[in-house]
């Protein structure tokens, strides 16, 4: 991240390379029809990094508070600003629960998945007819995906390998790297049941 490009828009900074223009895209979204919730954002987020992330589009750091998003969602030809800003508004709902003291237990993610998809919804309900972001939230929160440590931990090993490969680190090196993780994972698991 040092070495990428910044900008700073409204004291949000946002940091990357690619995709970035649809960042700007999607904030100009949220300003212009949901005032509001932009202003809080400006609050909860400090920034925007452009990644690359193996198991999801987009994910909360609380630690830099940052919203991460990945960079292949961003450059993908499908990827509009209008379901960009609908991805922040996700995040940000994430960074506005931590600051209410709600955290991301494996008891209550579930839960506060829920609560960002809806908000996800009601900001989609703000955009013009036409746009397929509702349509896509709501597709997402009839088909909410196992949030347990598990799970997750299984769908971030899964997307791992494609992740590296588009960092061009080398077969032989990700071949490697996957069979160490996996081998974690099946122990730190096995331990749990143990447990």
């Known amino acids: 991240m040092k070495f990428s490009a910044s900008q700073t828009?409204?004291?949000?900074?946002?940091?990357?390379?690619?995709?970035?223009?649809k960042i700007v895209g999607a904030l100009d979204?949220?300003?212009?029809?949901?005032?509001?919730?932009?202003?809080?954002?400006?609050?909860?987020?400090?920034?925007v990094l452009v990644t690359v992330l193996p198991a999801s589009v987009a994910q909360w750091a609380e630690t830099s508070q940052a919203c991460e998003?990945?960079?292949?969602?961003?450059?993908s030809e499908t990827t509009t600003p209008e379901r960009v800003a609908s991805t922040i508004v996700h995040e940000a709902t994430h960074a506005r629960l931590m600051r209410c003291g709600i955290g991301y237990?494996?008891?209550?993610?579930?839960?506060?998945?829920r609560v960002c998809l809806r908000r996800e919804i009601a900001f989609a309900a703000r955009l013009p007819a036409g746009t397929d972001t509702a349509r896509?939230?709501?597709?997402t929160f009839q088909a909410m995906p196992d949030f347990s440590d598990r799970a997750m931990s299984e769908r971030y090993l899964d997307g791992l390998r494609d992740a590296l490969l588009y960092l061009n680190m080398p077969a032989w090196l990700v071949g490697l790297t996957l069979s160490y993780r996996r081998w974690r994972h099946r122990r730190r698991f096995?331990?749990?049941?143990?447990?």
């Open 9 to 21: 828009i409204d004291g949000l900074v946002i940091v990357g390379d690619k995709g970035t223009d």
């Open 29 to 47: 979204v949220i300003r212009e029809f949901d005032p509001v919730r932009y202003k809080r954002l400006l609050r909860d987020v400090r920034q």
């Open 69 to 75: 998003l990945d960079e292949r969602y961003l450059v």
């Open 105 to 113: 237990e494996e008891k209550l993610r579930d839960r506060v998945e």
């Open 136 to 139: 896509r939230v709501e597709a």
């Open 190 to 195: 096995a331990r749990h049941q143990a447990a």
